[in-house]
């Protein structure tokens, strides 16, 4: 017979009510346990080590005991009592017991998050829509044109050369707000690029036509808005010398310069083309693939109305967050960051959804039209992942198997010819983005 007996009710499509009832006799046990274990590790004053009577026990440290009684006797069962009622959890169960006595059964209830059965649409000739994928000389020569001012290192201009727009000036300056130096105001041997709009609406336009050695005066107004807020809409007055003006030295664009890029398989100039070409096709080729992934799983989801439970929008939530911690930690102040995380909690919440409900449509799909992934293919995708990380595929594959990780990989897998599969089906219009 049983020590554990459970019955579950459907409280909402993503949420079952567990209520479990542990016999006496294994509460009893659990008490003498707890009592015992207490017992030897305990000092009570006019009793021998492991020799206090338990009433003594009980009179000294009763209330905390039940407290640590109760997580046992939940730990230890609710594993089995989610196992005999078939209730594949999501997320951590919401648990309320009352305070458990020796002398009775244990009650408490689990509330348990759980996947939403979906009814999927029809799944052939979902509307999509796919970028057309159309590389022409234009985005060639523009793609050029970006690689050689790249490559363009930056020289002094000519003696008695006036200051224009591409111009990199150095310069020292000393900016005052009614006769006074302000914070943040002067530097020395700073670099303006003239027409780069990076410093005060003003500033770098008042530097054109001036010479190396020169010294002017500029007089600008912060803008009302402006991030200073002290500074806001103010006029202020910079004393600025010149020392130096540089230019970037654009190569030739010629077979000398397209050999000097050390491109494999590039020699010539028109083998350049040819290559950033290929590449700019390649990328319009992704970009299409997925703004189609994109459409069509859009489709899906307006087909498809199902409650997604919280607990999984809760835990992608925390994952994008963390991801954004580890790759920003070392760039922002660390108060700065954490106000940037607490604003992300609520606006990446809608984004975490989509996730969400878009795999567990996809896992929907798989199980319907019984996709799979072979252990080749799993092996496969390790050996990308591995040379992608530029580790060793048997360390790689070692982690995935220490961290429970292969059964994702093989879901994941699964999931991404349900995707692909409802991409060939999909009824796709194709679209120019003008």
């Known amino acids: 017979m049983s020590d554990l007996s459970v019955t579950t009710t459907e409280e909402s499509p993503v949420l079952r009510k567990l209520e479990a009832e542990v016999d006496v006799r294994r509460v009893r046990k659990a008490f003498d346990k707890a009592y015992r274990e207490l017992g030897?590790?305990?000092?009570?004053?006019?009793?021998?080590?492991?020799?206090?009577?338990?009433?003594?026990?009980?009179k000294l440290y009763g209330a905390s005991m039940v407290e640590e009684i109760e997580r046992t006797l939940v730990s230890e069962s609710l594993p089995e009592a989610v196992e005999q009622s078939g209730i594949e959890p999501v997320a951590e169960p919401s648990i309320d017991a009352a305070a458990p006595s020796s002398d009775e059964a244990f009650r408490y209830t689990a509330e348990i998050q759980v996947k939403p059965a979906i009814e999927l649409p029809e799944l052939g000739g979902l509307p999509a829509m796919r970028p057309v994928?159309?590389?022409?000389?234009?985005?060639?020569?523009?793609?050029?044109?970006?690689?050689?001012?790249?490559?363009?290192?930056?020289?002094?201009?000519?003696?008695g050369a006036t200051a224009a727009e591409g111009h990199h000036v150095s310069l020292d300056y000393a900016g005052r707000i009614d006769g006074e130096l302000f914070e943040g105001g002067s530097a020395e041997n700073a670099i303006v690029e003239i027409g780069s709009g990076r410093f005060i609406p003003g500033f770098e336009e008042q530097l054109v036509g001036a010479t190396a050695g020169e010294e002017r005066q500029l007089t600008v107004a912060f803008p009302d808005d402006y991030p200073?807020?002290?500074?806001?809409?103010?006029?202020?007055?910079?004393d600025v010398k010149?020392?130096?003006?540089?230019?970037?030295?654009?190569?030739d664009l010629d077979d000398a310069f397209a050999k000097e890029l050390g491109l494999e398989g590039v020699e010539t100039l028109e083998e350049l083309r040819e290559k950033i070409r290929t590449d700019l096709t390649e990328r319009q080729e992704n970009a299409a693939k997925e703004a189609l992934h994109r459409s069509v799983m859009d489709s899906l989801i307006e087909r498809a109305e199902f409650?997604?439970?919280?607990g999984?929008?809760?835990?992608?939530?925390?994952?994008?967050?963390?991801?954004?911690?580890?790759?920003?930690?070392?760039?922002?102040p660390h108060e700065e960051l954490h106000q940037r995380l607490a604003q992300w909690q609520e606006e990446w919440r809608p984004d975490a959804e989509r996730d969400v409900r878009e795999a567990l449509l996809l896992e929907a799909v798989a199980r319907e039209k019984e996709f799979d992934a072979s252990d080749e293919e799993v092996d496969a995708k390790i050996e990308d992942l591995a040379r992608e990380q530029g580790m060793a595929v048997p360390r790689l594959r070692k982690a995935y198997e220490e961290r429970g990780m292969i059964d994702s990989l093989r879901q994941r897998l699964a999931e991404e010819k349900a995707l692909e599969f409802l991409a060939a089906e999909a009824k796709v219009e194709e679209t120019t983005g003008t």
């Not at 050689?148 to 020289?155: D, G, H, I, L, Y």
């Not at 409650?307 to 919280?310: I, K, N, T, W, Y």
């Not at 999984?312 to 580890?326: G, N, T």
């Open 228 to 238: 200073a807020e002290d500074l806001a809409g103010k006029e202020a007055v910079f």
């Open 40 to 58: 030897r590790s305990v000092r009570v004053k006019g009793f021998r080590p492991g020799k206090a009577p338990r009433a003594v026990l009980e």
């Open 307 to 310: 409650e997604v439970p919280p």
């Open 133 to 159: 994928v159309l590389v022409d000389d234009t985005a060639v020569d523009d793609e050029l044109e970006g690689l050689r001012q790249r490559r363009a290192p930056m020289v002094d201009d000519e003696e």
């Open 242 to 251: 010149v020392h130096a003006l540089q230019r970037r030295q654009v190569p």
């Open 312 to 332: 999984l929008i809760d835990r992608r939530l925390q994952q994008r967050l963390e991801m954004a911690h580890q790759q920003l930690g070392q760039m922002l």
